[in-house]
């Protein structure tokens, strides 16, 4: 019995636990442990993420159908904006694009009433614009691009133009694609719309805008981080 005591006392002097308990797991190895918990729950959290994006950018049926409803009559209204093209080609081309239509639907909800004003041959893609008669009043306020938002200490709008194209998967029209959408009507003549700014432009803290006043399109600059109730910006999509 003696020498059970002396035995278990040099264990518990070397090991510095009780015979016949767990193991105890070394520093580093329960860090590592914890690691490889946090990057499971991490990861998890990601994908929930992607399966929720990717969900946001798919139509209900009922959503589709309304859509390609809005856009049919609109097409048809508005023949002048894309002579010659068929409405059943294009209808054909949407259904094939899901993530398009999810787009259109951004830029029909936030007030550009999109329409076809143009077929690339080249590529086979028709063209969408924002027709709405004046700058899409979804999408005022906002001032040119990220950097412009940051570079405000306060007073910030709630986006800049650049961030909701990116989200909305539309671009900024040009100043030569604003120019030739200004051929099918009279756009923005109590607005005015952010268009796309050019680099050497952009880095000197300038962002460009366009109006039509006095039957004449302008385009004007000012301090990318501007922003007004008047302004906003038309875009466009390729399906």
Known sequence: MLLEVYARNDIIE???????????????????????????ELGMKEKRTRNIHGSERTL??????????TLKTRFEKNVKRHGSIEWAKV??????????????????????EPDVVGHDKKTGEYIF???????????RSLCYDRDALE??????????????????GVELLTEEQ???????GDF??????????PSDVRKLGGALFCDRRFNTVFVYHNG??????????RSLVRV
């Not at 109590?190 to 796309?196: D, M, N, Q």
């Open 14 to 40: 070397k090991t510095g636990k009780l015979p016949g308990t767990m193991p105890e797991i070394p520093l580093v190895e329960q860090r590592s442990v914890e690691g490889l918990k946090i990057s499971r």
């Open 60 to 69: 209900s049926p009922q959503q589709r159908g309304d859509l390609l409803r």
């Open 91 to 112: 209808e054909a081309k949407l259904e094939m694009n899901a993530e398009k239509l999810w787009s259109l639907n951004e830029m029909e909800r936030t007030g550009g």
């Open 129 to 139: 614009h924002d027709c709405s008669a004046e700058s899409p009043n979804g999408r």
């Open 151 to 168: 570079s405000r200490k306060e007073h910030k709008p709630k986006n800049s133009a650049m961030d909701l194209a990116a989200a909305m």
């Open 178 to 184: 604003y120019r030739e959408l200004q051929k099918l």
């Open 188 to 197: 923005d003549t109590k607005t005015s719309s952010w268009i796309k700014t």
């Open 224 to 233: 990318a981080e501007s922003y007004y109730a008047a302004r906003g910006f």
